[in-house]
């Protein structure tokens, strides 16, 4: 019947949301193609048969199967987010003129597209634009910068987010790479403060710990117009959420993000430890956790989940 959702283009089926869910779970758990992140040593050593899938709904509800509840690195599901918090506090004007809202149509830490660009990171979804923006986090130092942008999720999650200690020391002993990026673009005059410090700011809020429950909540904060619907607290305005949601819609998924939105039809931002979150416009969000990964970096069997339940729920935009 999924077919015929898609087919006939009915309205979302909300009455058998908790239905689809255990089914979207059910059809994937046992799909094993992909390959954990390992450029960040502790996310090697994750349990690649993790699963858990959850639907909030802008009316609080919530919807789960399988390890919802299981806690692991956001990773890039932050960039959406600070992204939100950095335009809330700036506007997106000035947010838009720095950093850009075009997909790079190259892997989300090349250094190429930022050569290519004249220094310009092009989007807040890759690397060298999230430390952009990360850089215009509201703070007066590093730490308090910090301090907003945990807050911040949580807010977006509606309970205190906490960081992966283990996880951010790992990936601060071994992110050259992003250390690269941040001293291009101080080069290229785009990052003013100590790029050293964007980028611990920036690894921290990566290492920030989640559950596939809380990426549906924050989505569905984005979807419900910047409202969280389980705590009602008001999180961001409405054009932020409009705004950051448009950005995902282009680069949510890096240089695949044609063929998402082609395929699934939604806004949505992934990240390396596994998680994808997915967001449905005046309706809800759908976060998944799976740590094995495509080449581009996306939770494969996340990625599946979602399609199944964008198709099913007829959840697609277009
Ligand atoms: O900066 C990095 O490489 C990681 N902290 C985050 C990368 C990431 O999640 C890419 N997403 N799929």
């Known amino acids: 019947d999924v077919e015929q959702v898609a087919a006939t283009g009915a309205l ?3 009455d ?11 059809r994937y758990r046992d799909h094993a193609a992909g390959d954990v992140a390992d450029y960040i040593p502790v996310l090697a050593a994750v349990d690649p048969a993790l699963f858990g899938v959850s639907v909030a709904v802008v009316d609080g509800e919530l919807h789960e199967a399988g390890d919802t509840g299981v806690e692991f690195s956001v990773q890039s599901i932050s960039k959406a987010f600070v992204y939100a918090l950095v335009c809330e506090a700036y506007g997106h004007e000035t947010v838009r003129d720095r950093v850009g809202v ?13 050569e290519l660009n004249d220094g310009h990171p092009m989007n807040p979804m890759v690397n060298a634009g999230a430390l952009a923006t990360t850089a215009m986090m509201p703070g007066g130092t590093p730490a308090e910068q910090w301090e907003n942008v945990r807050t911040g999720l949580s807010r977006f999650a509606g309970r205190p987010l906490e960081l992966d200690g283990v996880v951010y020391r790992s990936e601060s002993e071994t992110n050259i790479r ?6 291009l ?3 290229y005059g785009r990052i003013e403060t100590d790029p050293l410090e964007v980028v611990d700011v920036y690894t921290r809020q990566c290492a920030l710990r989640v559950t596939a429950r809380d990426l549906a909540v924050m989505g569905a904060t ?15 305005s409405a054009q932020v959420c409009r705004d950051t949601l448009a950005v995902l819609a282009s680069t949510g998924l890096y ?13 949505a931002k992934s990240g390396v430890a596994g998680g994808i979150v997915a967001v449905a416009p005046g309706k809800g969000a759908i976060g998944t956790f799976s740590p094995p990964l495509d080449s581009a970096g996306n939770s494969v069997r996340g990625q599946r989940a979602t399609a199944y339940l964008s198709r099913a729920l007829g959840l697609n935009l277009f």
């Open 12 to 14: 979302p089926r909300w």
């Open 16 to 26: 058998r949301v908790e239905h689809l869910v255990v089914e979207a779970h059910a």
């Open 102 to 114: 075009n997909n790079t149509g190259l892997p989300f830490n090349s250094v190429m597209a930022l």
């Open 178 to 183: 992003n250390r690269a990026i941040a001293r």
């Open 185 to 187: 673009l101080e080069s």
């Open 222 to 236: 984005l979807a419900d117009g910047g409202v969280n619907p389980v705590t009602g607290e008001r999180v961001v």
């Open 255 to 267: 240089e695949r993000s044609g063929e998402w939105l082609f395929e699934i039809g939604l806004p």
